[in-house]
């Protein structure tokens, strides 16, 4: 099973300012099969992106993925307010498990 | 518009099951698969397993080996969960997520809105 490990838990930053989330995985995760999802209280996960680094349909181009391997991260260049989420990334690799990491919950000041 | 529409809000017993629809319209039921996630109060995304909605073959953890059930009905494309012997630790929202075409490259890009499952006595 390939752990998904989400770094840091919380991220407290204010408007207009770059956030930079973490995901590594226990192992490699091939063909670059990791998404990123945002979720807010009481809504369902929105996907952001896909394929490590490609957005999703009508997301903002202040989200951007890059990574490969077992190293990810989502970059949120301009924090605005509604930014304010948990932030989940996940594998479909070969073989189930498809397993999400932790969360990382980005507050915003 | 492409969307999943699932049943509504359950309270269980322990011991009981539940049985959670997702009702496909807007796309081609049977050139995706559907993933089930759930989320207990205050915790992440865990997900259950994945279906095929093209043949109805099914993956799933380990953890649920014996006590989840995964079936279509492409006549009326629903995806169904079903997961038996419930626990006070099965209370969670449940959601649907269509997940994988002919790869799983484009991760879950359609959610249903969840369903809450309470198993209290």
């Known amino acids: 099973e390939i752990v998904l490990t989400q770094s840091p838990g919380t991220l407290s930053l204010s408007p207009g300012e770059r956030a930079t989330l973490s995901c590594r995985a226990s192992q490699s995760v091939s063909n670059g099969y990791l998404a990123w999802y945002q979720q807010k209280p009481g809504q369902a996960p929105r996907l952001l992106i896909y394929g490590a680094s490609s957005r999703a349909t009508g997301i903002p181009d202040r989200f951007s993925g890059s990574g490969s391997g077992t190293d990810f991260t989502l970059t949120i260049s301009r924090l605005e307010p509604e930014d304010s989420a948990m932030y989940y990334c996940?594998?479909?690799?070969?073989?189930?498990?498809?397993?999400f990491g932790q969360g990382t919950k980005v507050e915003i000041k | 518009q492409v969307q999943l529409v699932q049943s509504g809000t359950e309270v269980k017993k322990p011991g009981a099951s539940v049985k959670v629809s997702c009702k496909a319209s807007g796309y081609s039921f049977n050139a995706y698969g559907i993933s089930w996630v759930r989320q207990a109060p205050g915790q992440g995304l865990e997900w259950m397993g994945w279906?095929?909605?093209?043949?109805?073959?099914?993956k799933d953890p380990q953890k649920f080996q014996g006590r989840v059930t995964m079936t279509t009905d492409t006549s009326t494309s629903t995806a169904y969960m079903e997961l038996r012997s419930l626990r006070s630790d099965d209370t969670a929202v449940y959601y649907c997520?269509?997940?994988?075409?002919?790869?799983?490259?484009?991760?879950?890009?359609?959610w249903g809105q969840g369903t809450t499952v309470t198993v209290s006595s």
């Open positions: 996940q594998q479909s690799d070969r073989s189930p498990p498809w397993t």
């Open positions: 997520a269509r997940h994988c075409s002919n790869n799983c490259l484009f991760g879950m890009d359609v």
């Open positions: 279906i095929s909605g093209y043949n109805g073959k099914t």
